[in-house]
């Protein structure tokens, strides 16, 4: 097929998908909304109430938390898992770059709350993901650099943007002084230099993910499921400028091509949209914001981005093409594995491709709250404030003030000509018998919806004494069970069929190498070797259920396999990798997104091969020779026991017996070493009282030698004097005889 034939297929499958979506859908939408942001119903009449009330924009908002909740509380929006023992390591690196790609290169939680917002609010939440290249210009400056220089770095991928010489510098010799060319007599300069500003396109190919406003996908008006994967004809409306364009490699598309191609009309819902983002901005409805432009770039313009099931070759079997086109020109076509979109409703319609919105299940409910609100407010203004009725004479001149009347102060004066001339017209307040019909209201919401008082907290009943906790929380689960099951039918038809796109995408190849940190370490995937046909499962929604549950019930668990792990069958039965894979998910529940911080993940080890039950005869006979051995281990220790007790007495009588022994020894030594130590005294007494007898005896002999000494001096001299007297009375009378014999 040509691409005139190929055009004019899906010329007419655009017309017929885009009368379905941007009429009837367009209208139902654009209602929705109005309901949402609370816009007049137009049968609002002046005097009179026109409050709006907000049971959708509520619903809405309540519902919203819950879902981003479970999709969102952890840091895994996707898990793979293997259906063959060859894809276990595929799986894990699967897992972790497509939420890698999903959370980091792409703003994951804003492309959930929107497309969930869309779904909840206009039917349909629409999710498309796509292969991107990017070219960056990365630009530096160097200064003062030689042309050789420039050369390489030309060489290595640097293109020139601008340049100029560098003013040129003396050179100077070590010692200070200038260099002198001789040829010219002045001073040498430096070689010529140049300051470079450098730049260099880079381009980057990653996976973008996206949520398009529902009226911009196209459907085919008779499809029958909100999965989209055999639909025979998906289309993308995309606003586009032509910078955008080129960055797509169109380089051949020119600015008239694409204004030409520019969208005329607008499906309600659209144009209810656009009017009111202007309106925000402008203040008018209706005003433009586009700001006219000379830059070709900014030229904007609508690319179709389609995929359909057509014989293009002509052997009787349909192909998905995927075809980029302006309004008559296709730029491009090439066949295609999936289609690359994702649609999900929170209510489904069996056998339709467009489902219900809780909008539309509360957009009754709240025009009939409203009615009712505002007949409540105006029987409350009348009651507050009653009519007057006053009397006129015959020419219809009232007997009353009329200013007076129109003044309606407290304790105001009203000037009559008559007491009968005025008269309150009583109005009875019917709020009383309204508040009951407001509440059937509400109950009939939560009905619908699920969304409840008392999973919001607003239940005064809550607190009644006769009100039991297991009633509270039936009530509460109760009232989860619906959005639950919107979280549920979310998974089913809308994120898994993404993340299934995102890793065929990433199996395709031409990807670039995916570096990123992982439970604390820095790893680095390429998606190019993976295998295209990966058999796994995809899990979402992991964070389902109440955190208060899941972290008693994962308590429960880890105590399971505590206690396991201490019985024979344990090693069997639990595994390291079964107990971290508890112990994380605890850490998930309690909103800690990285467990890496606290636990890591042992891997996968085998599980050790375990003997064959024992036979119990076998197993009996072998007891009782542990049994008997066990006895005469036991004797044979206590005789051993008993053997080293006696070893261990006739030791420490032996080592008594020696220091007993020793002490005695000790004690003779000193004996013997006190009596020579005596001994000596005394020896030494008795030599000191020898020398003092000697030296007494000495002085006595001395003094007795010096007595006998002076008697015979006195003696002699005594003699002399007698001799002498002697002489002189022999001389005188005696004679010498008698002298003798008288002395």
């Known amino acids: 097929m040509s691409d005139d034939d190929i055009l004019n297929v899906i010329q007419r499958h655009e017309e017929d998908a885009s009368a379905y979506t941007w009429g009837q859908l367009g209208t139902e939408r654009e209602q929705s909304m109005r309901e949402y942001y609370r816009e007049p119903y137009g049968t609002e ?135 002198i060319d001789p040829a010219t007599g002045q001073p040498a300069l430096s070689p010529p230099a140049f300051n470079v500003r450098l ?41 586009v400028t032509l910078s955008e364009l080129h960055e797509m490699g169109f380089d051949d598309v020119e600015a008239d091509d694409l204004s030409a191609s520019d969208e005329t009309n607008l499906s309600p819902d659209a144009a209810y949209r656009e009017n009111r983002s202007n309106t925000a901005q402008t203040g008018y409805i209706g005003e433009s914001t586009n700001t006219p432009t000379d830059d070709e770039s900014q030229t904007q313009g609508i690319l179709y981005r389609e995929w359909v099931l057509i014989d293009a070759d002509g052997d009787g079997i349909a192909e998905r093409l995927e075809i980029y086109r302006l309004k008559d020109k296709i730029l491009s076509r090439e066949e295609c594995s999936h289609v690359p979109v994702a649609m999900f409703s929170p209510i489904l319609n069996p056998h339709r491709f467009d489902g219900m919105s809780v909008a539309e299940t509360m957009s009754d409910l709240q025009r009939l709250k409203t009615e009712l609100t505002r007949q409540m407010m105006d029987s409350a203004y009348l009651a507050n404030n009653a009519r007057t009725v006053v009397v006129t004479d015959a020419a219809g001149s009232p007997m009353a003030n009329i200013d007076d009347l129109l003044d309606s102060r407290a304790g105001g004066l009203i000037r009559a000509r008559s ?23 509400d109950s009939m919401g939560e009905k619908r919806t699920g969304v409840s008082l008392a999973q919001q907290g607003l239940d005064p009943n809550v607190l009644r004494a006769d009100k039991t906790a297991v009633e509270v929380q039936q009530t509460a689960n ?96 639990v595994t390291p990798k079964q107990l971290y894979n508890v112990h994380s998910k605890m850490a998930e529940a309690a909103g800690y997104k990285n467990v890496g ?59 008594s017996q020696l220091t007993l022994q020793a002490t005695n020894d000790q004690r003779d030594a000193e004996r013997e070493t006190m009596k020579a130590m005596h001994a000596a005294e005394l020896e030494k007494m008795r030599l000191q009282l020898d020398r003092y007898k000697t030296d007494a005896d000495n002085q006595t002999r001395i003094i007795v030698a010096e007595i006998a000494a002076n008697q015979r001096h006195a003696a002699a001299q005594l003699q002399a004097e007698s001799a002498e007297r002697h002489a002189g009375e022999a001389s005188e009378t005696p004679s010498a005889e008698t002298n003798e014999s008288a002395a």
Not at 227 to 236: K, T
Request: proline share 7%; aromatic share 8%; hydrophobic share 40%.
């Open 419 to 441: 007491l009968d001339s005025i008269r309150q017209e009583v109005v009875p307040f019917v709020g009383g018998q309204t508040l009951p019909l407001l509440q059937y209201v």
């Open 45 to 179: 009449e002046e005097g009179h109430s026109s409050i709006v009330t907000s049971e959708v924009q509520d619903t809405v908002e309540w519902i919203l938390p819950s879902l981003l909740k479970i999709f969102s509380s952890t840091d895994k929006a996707v898990c793979f898992e293997p259906t063959k023992a060859e894809d276990v390591a595929g799986a894990e690196q699967a897992t972790a770059v497509c939420n890698y790609t999903f959370y980091k290169q792409n703003n994951g939680f804003l492309v959930l709350y929107t497309a969930f917002k869309d779904a909840l609010l206009v039917k349909n939440g629409v999710v498309a993901w796509r292969r991107e290249t990017k070219r960056t210009k990365t630009a530096k400056n160097a200064r003062g650099v030689d042309p050789m220089a420039i050369a390489m770095l030309m060489q290595d991928g640097w293109e020139v943007e601008s340049a100029e010489q560098a003013q040129q510098q003396p050179i100077a010799d070590p010692n200070g002084q200038p260099v």
């Open 478 to 573: 109760a009232a989860q069970a619906r959005v639950e099951l919107i979280a549920r039918v979310f998974a089913e038809t809308g994120l898994k069929p993404m993340f299934q796109g995102l890793l065929k995408l990433l199996t395709d190849g031409e990807m670039e190498k995916i570096s990123f940190r992982l439970l604390d370490k820095f790893v680095e995937y390429d998606p190019n070797e993976w295998r295209d046909s990966y058999d796994m499962t995809i899990n979402v929604g992991l964070g389902t259920g109440d955190r208060n549950q899941q972290m008693a019930m994962l308590q429960g668990m880890s105590a399971a396999q505590m206690a396991m792990l201490g019985t024979p069958i344990g090693p069997m039965l």
């Open 597 to 655: 911080e606290f636990w890591t993940d042992p891997g996968e080890k085998p599980i050790p091969q375990q003997p064959p039950p024992p036979n119990p005869a076998l197993q009996i006979k072998q007891m009782e020779i542990q049994a008997d051995a066990q006895k005469t281990q036991a004797q044979s220790k206590q005789q051993m026991e008993i053997e080293q007790l006696k070893a261990e007495a006739n030791r420490q009588a032996a080592q």
């Open 199 to 239: 730049f260099r396109m880079e381009e980057r190919t990653t996976i973008k993910v996206e949520c398009i406003q529902p009226e911009r996908l196209l459907v085919k008006r008779d499809w029958v499921s909100p999965l989209l994967a055999d639909c025979p004809y998906v289309g993308h409306v995309m606003p």
